[in-house]
């Protein structure tokens, strides 16, 4: 206990356990350990150190933190409960007993052990507490684990961490302790605790060229008290130096980004394998995780763009096309994902035969490697632009990309069409968030309520698609200066407005977001290079990058359960149909000369200080949302 970072107190009887839990300040853990326990060090570090769970346990140990611990001290309560069945009788006045403390270590707790001859400790550099055992060698008496059923029992869920050949017991006799002993003796606990650092789901180019060396440059890093988050800005280091290589436009300045990139992809999955390693999760570290690694790719697409136009040859609009197109495929799996992760009959005969072939070997890392993810992706960037040109850089990854979003877009579909299931008001919920709309859209969703609520099942997606096939097309096919993109902006944010009038529960739901995007972003591409004015594509991949950080930041403060960012923001921010309608209107305006590019860059600096100044705000300062990691696999 102490090792992991937790100050031990022993106690006489339950009662003395239940008083050092309400005793404790009020940010602490508690935990309650048997001092019989036998097991790994690392099966006690899963149980009573990782920060996601508010109550967790292995046989013999119990952890609970602030907000479960009301519910801990009613189970030691109840009438009958744990306590009363574990705790014993009180010891003889004189008999071994009383308290010790420990200065506290990183790994850190609080915890109170209790049970069989058990311990009581509080985290955040408390105590621990041990009680008596019971007159009988039985396990059921064993306190951590009555009380555990206990918590359960009164609706507080308790997570028990996958141990695999890790030992947790609590013997009851000398020949089980022995025979624990040996247990514990015949395995590897740092090679298990090196392997579990690694994401069971992970893409081919991650598993087979990365994580076998990168877990243990996260050991060394943990031995050396870095912390996940110093090395994710590490990586964004080395990306922004990569980036500046490209933009020099030299061979050697394009070898030197290639290998550069790849070492920031080493870092980037260091820092989820140090997290894993010391379990060292943070709400502030699940979000630099996941938007620097976006800033990380789209700064060195603006670098290959730089560099070209150092040799000549303008590649800003497939610079921007490519950041369209990776954000609006991650907008798809966010929006599957939300629809479909609580739904309830969520069953599908596409999903059953998907599992299947995940028996196949050969199918499994193909379907990853198909999908593009970013350790494919990134590698395939980093050769690239050492052995080419950037032009055909995003000409190969656009097509990659096209055929990837394609792939997965066309699974998800055949999945939803054929699935039996009911979404959440949550779900429904998240997808009006990830949607993004402003008071254009809200006013005219009010008004077309009665007239949505006539319309076939399909009517949201439909109307999405419509919108915002229509404006990206009259945009790229109008002549520059025209007025016509700004009678379709019109269209759109109607169409937009009747896409979400009703709940977004249908089973193609979950697409309105993306096709939201596409449209806006979409829209910005084609009106800025049909205009010619120089300076208007980069400009308008300044405006895509902030509004598009702004999606991210929305998407992750769902994932960690915060939900959307303040209504306020979105509405000062425009929603996505009043940037469009702005930009449309800016683009008919000053389409010959440069005050389009002025304009577009004013509207990206505003949005991206409005957005980002008060998304820092809230990860910094805010302990609302939970301690997260990805641990899903899918495609970055």
Known sequence: MRALGFQVVEADTSDAVAARIAGAAAGERVAVVDRRFRGHRHALRLALTDPRFDAAAVTGALTVRPAARP??????AAPGGPAAAAGGAPRPAGQPGGAAAAPGTPDGGTATAAGAAGSLAVEAQAGAVSLPGPRRGDARDVLPDALAVRLAALGEPVHRPELGVLVAEVPADAAAAEAAAGAVAAVDEESVRL???VKSRDGFFTTHFISPYSRYIARWCARRGLTPNQVTTASLLVALIAAGCAATGTRGGFVAAGVLLIASFVLDCTDGQLARYSLQYSTLGAWLDATFDRAK?????????????????????LALGAMVLQTCRHVVDFAFNEANHDATANTSPTAALSDKLDSVGWTVWARRMIVLPIGERWALIAVLTAVSTPRITFVVLLAGCALAACYTTAGRVLRSLTRRATRTDRAARALADLADSGPVAEALAAALRPLARRLPGFAAPAAALAGAGAVTATAALSPAGSWYPVLAAVVYAVTSGLAVALPLKGALDWLVPPLLRAGEYGTALALAAVCGVDGALPAAFCLVAAVAYHHYDTVYRIRGGAGAPPRAVVLAAGGHEGRTLAVALTAAVAAHHTGLTATLAVLAG???????SESIRFWVTSGTAAAVHDESGEPA
Do not use: F, H, K
């Open 71 to 76: 519910a801990l001290l009613r189970a030691l």
């Open 195 to 197: 392997r579990s650092a």
């Open 297 to 317: 790719e789209y700064a060195y697409y603006a670098g290959l763009a730089l560099g070209a136009a150092r040799g000549g040859d303008d590649v800003w609009a």
């Open 606 to 612: 505003a949005i991206a200080l409005l957005v980002a």
